[in-house]
């Protein structure tokens, strides 16, 4: 199982990134995805889910209205368009999958090693 990150970067306040995470060895379409992020010296926090068939999206507060995440099961990849950054959305972004059997997801949750987003002028 591995889940690669790419699409982190150095972006002014405002601006905008598309985050990708690809995956192999499970079979993507069965697992739910999540972005989740961590700041220095914070805890790692969720920022979006999307069901396995690219509904039941949900986003924490901080981004709602201005991340969207998105998953193309043919490429085994998820994404995350970040828009209107802010200087308090930088950060090492992750994704991660569960296993899903409908609505309900269990199992290991599988992580990949993070890609750096930095906001600032």
């Known amino acids: 199982v591995q889940l690669v990150e790419s699409g982190g970067n150095l972006v002014q306040p405002g601006g905008s990134l598309r985050l990708s995470c690809q995956a192999s060895g499970f079979t993507f379409s069965s697992y739910g995805l999540k972005w989740y992020r961590q700041a220095p010296g914070k805890e790692r926090e969720w920022v979006a889910s999307?069901?396995?068939?690219?509904?039941?999206?949900g986003y924490a507060d901080s981004v709602k209205g201005r991340f969207a995440i998105s998953r193309d099961n043919a490429k085994n990849t998820v994404y995350l368009q970040m828009n209107s950054l802010k200087p308090e959305d930088t950060a090492v972004y992750y994704c991660?999958?569960?296993?899903?059997?409908?609505?309900?997801?269990?199992?290991?949750?599988?992580w990949g090693q993070g890609t750096q987003v930095t906001v600032s002028s």
């Open positions: 991660n999958a569960r296993y899903c059997s409908g609505s309900v997801c269990f199992g290991d949750d599988y």
């Open positions: 999307i069901g396995t068939a690219g509904g039941g999206t």
